[in-house]
């Protein structure tokens, strides 16, 4: 089955820097990555997604890239603001089978 | 409001006591599914279900039981809770499973003394 591990597990920038979370995973036919945010006390929630065909996409701060052929996909968080302290959690799903990494702490310093 | 709605949101209770989380979605989703969250580990998937009366295994189903009779209700049951089931418990559900967003409950921190 997939196995996806996720880096670093805890991250401090200062508000305004970029902040960047590396994922990688293991099974090839994975073609579906989201990203979800968990702030305290809460569920988590899809903040931006990608699937297999597409290498870049970008959501006004954020932005996803995704190296097929490495298999590894990373979050990219520009201009941090302190409401961006939460902890981060990729997924990678091949069909019906999906798998969360372990999930980054970050924390934005203002 | 579409939502994932969990009970209890907390729980304290004790070695070998039955107890059951409710879950319950109003956005007609055939998915649900359930997760515990640890420390280090992430996300881990118990048990979901694709559709009434269609459950199945997750990667940490032992010591837990789900049942789904409705499309909207997917219970998580502990038969005999141990202190190892001690963690924060996620109900979610999802148009399909596993290519489009899963909407999480609010989650429901359980601790087994």
Known sequence: ?110 | EAQVTQNPRYLITVTGKKLTVTCSQNMNHEYMSWYRQDPGLGLRQIYYSMNVEVTDKGDVPEGYKVSRKEKRNFPLILESPSPNQTSLYFCASSLSQGTGELFFGEGSRLTVL
Request: glycine letters at 6%; hydrophobic letters at 30%.
């Open chain 1, 1 to 110: 089955g997939e196995n996806v591990e996720q880096h670093p597990s805890t991250l401090s920038v200062q508000e305004g820097d970029s902040a960047v979370i590396k994922c990688t995973y293991s099974d090839s036919a994975s073609n579906y990555f989201p990203w979800y945010k968990q702030e305290l006390g809460k569920g988590p929630q899809l903040i931006i997604d990608i699937r297999s065909n597409v290498g870049e996409k970008k959501d006004q701060r954020i932005a996803v890239t995704l190296n097929k052929t490495a298999k590894h996909f990373s979050l990219h968080i520009t201009e941090t603001q302190p409401e961006d302290s939460a902890v981060y959690f990729c997924a990678a799903s091949e069909h019906n089978d999906m798998r969360f990494g372990a999930g980054t702490r970050l924390t934005v310093k203002p």
